[in-house]
């Protein structure tokens, strides 16, 4: 039996892993099909704080990991199939075989969100992607036009970082202002190869008939206008869609999905606790991940002495 499970291994994730291996509960972490979770996509984390530098997502991960073992946590690769939350200990079906635990932390964080545009799904793998930093380098794309959709921190990131390879990136955006944090938006508007063009969506990906992405539909949404651009690549970055279908129906979720926390980071379920961005539809940071991840570790480590007294 163990005495605390986590399942994701994010900046939340790990974070709460180090506390409560410090707290010597000896924690499990479920690490799900991607190990340290969404960060390990990014290229350079600036704004994660001892990293003047800056640091690579997937190194910050990796330290975090080697940390929290350092003091005892416990890393399987499993995926979690389902959850019983019922009655304590809990029990968790990975891969096939039971988990029992007295406590939870679900840090299951977010994925990305798809425009649900006919070609986009069909296309996946042949042109359409969700990571730049996975697929950017691909020879498919180099010296290609390519086209980044949002208006965040992500797609500006992403659009920066295809610089190095498109010969020109198209940055389509629904409005005509980007989201993005200042600097993000100044340094990306301020790169010649980054065309933005505003008001704008993405309507269709062409070509399923080819199996390749060779252009985008898209529709001024100001004056109706319909065109084609031509590209090789269409990076969507349009933000995330928390991880949460597991726990429908067994704990309150709000209704886009976000996991409800009631005191601190409690859930309406005794005993199951909850960090990151799989309940933060606000700041959705890897320090505030891991911030909730610490506060998660802490909760579930009081709650386990007042059920030892
Ligand atoms: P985000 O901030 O939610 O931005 C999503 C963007 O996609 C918005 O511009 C939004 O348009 C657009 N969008 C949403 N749904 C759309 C749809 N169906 N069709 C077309 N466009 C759509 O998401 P994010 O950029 O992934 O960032 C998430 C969080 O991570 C943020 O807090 C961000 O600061 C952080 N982040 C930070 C860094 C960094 O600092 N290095 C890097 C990446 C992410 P509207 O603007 O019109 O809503």
């Known amino acids: 039996m163990e005495k605390v499970v986590i399942i994701g291994s994010g900046p939340a994730g790990w974070t709460a892993a180090l506390y409560t ?32 530098e800056g640091v690579d997502g997937f190194e910050l991960m990796t330290r975090m990991q080697k940390q929290a073992e350092r003091f005892g946590a416990k890393t399987s690769f499993g995926l979690v199939e389902s959850v019983d939350f019922t009655k304590r200990p809990f ?40 990571c730049a930093t996975c697929d950017g380098a691909l020879p498919v794309f180099r010296n290609q036009p390519l086209v980044v959709v949002g208006g965040g921190d992500s797609a ?6 295809l610089t190095r390879f498109g010969s020109i990136v198209y940055l389509v955006h629904r409005r005509d202002s980007l989201r993005a944090s200042k ?31 060779i252009a985008v539909k898209l529709k001024n949404l100001k004056n109706g206008a319909e065109s084609i651009l031509a590209c090789a690549g269409v990076f969507i970055a349009i933000g995330h869609v928390p991880n949460t279908e597991l726990f429908k129906g067994k704990i309150n979720l709000d209704e886009n999905g976000f996991i409800v926390p009631q005191q601190g980071t409690m859930t309406n379920v005794t005993g199951v606790f909850v960090a990151g961005d799989c309940a933060d ?5 890897a320090i505030t991940a891991a911030g909730a991840g610490c506060a998660a570790a802490i909760d579930a480590e009081r709650f386990l002495a007042t059920q030892r007294q």
């Open 91 to 130: 029990t968790l079906i990975v891969d096939g075989e039971p988990v029992q635990t007295e406590t939870v932390i679900i840090a299951t964080g977010a994925g990305h969100k798809h425009l649900g545009v006919p070609g986009e799904h069909e296309l996946e793998t042949k042109g359409t992607t969700y």
């Open 183 to 213: 600097i993000m938006a100044e340094r990306t508007l301020a790169n010649p190869k980054i065309n933005p063009i505003w008001d704008s969506a993405v309507t269709e990906v062409l070509d399923v008939k080819q199996d390749k992405v």
């Open 281 to 285: 539809h606000v700041y959705r940071q």
């Open 156 to 161: 500006c990131e992403e659009a920066q970082y």
């Open 21 to 52: 291996a410090r707290a010597q509960l000896a924690p499990l972490v479920l690490t799900g099909k991607q190990p340290g979770g969404l960060l390990t996509t990014t290229s350079i984390v600036e704004n994660f704080p001892g990293f003047p």
